[in-house]
């Protein structure tokens, strides 16, 4: 699959590509030329998956309630560690 094939995944169909090719890798009955090409494009699909888990998460909104008792919605803020 291209790489703008992949991009076009959604996140769960991206990780079932990516579960797909780890199954196969670890079956061990796959080629060299084909393991390297495998795991390329599971590199690939990682990464998509953890882009689209970062934009997800930047798009949750932190519910809160303030001292009068009144909720409030802010944008989610990610913690720096």
Known sequence: ????????????DALAHLEN???ELEGGR???DD???AYEQAMQLKKIC????????LKIEKI???ANGE?????FVVPEE
Not at 50 to 57: F, G, H, I, N, V
Not at 71 to 75: A, I, L, M, R
């Open 50 to 57: 953890e882009c689209k888990l970062e934009t997800a998460k």
């Open 35 to 37: 393991a390297v090409s």
């Open 71 to 75: 909720v409030v919605t802010t944008d």
């Open 21 to 23: 090719i780890v199954r």
């Open 1 to 12: 699959m291209e790489k703008e094939e992949l991009e076009k995944l959604s996140f769960e």
């Open 30 to 32: 796959i080629k060299l």
């Open 64 to 66: 809160e309630k303030v």
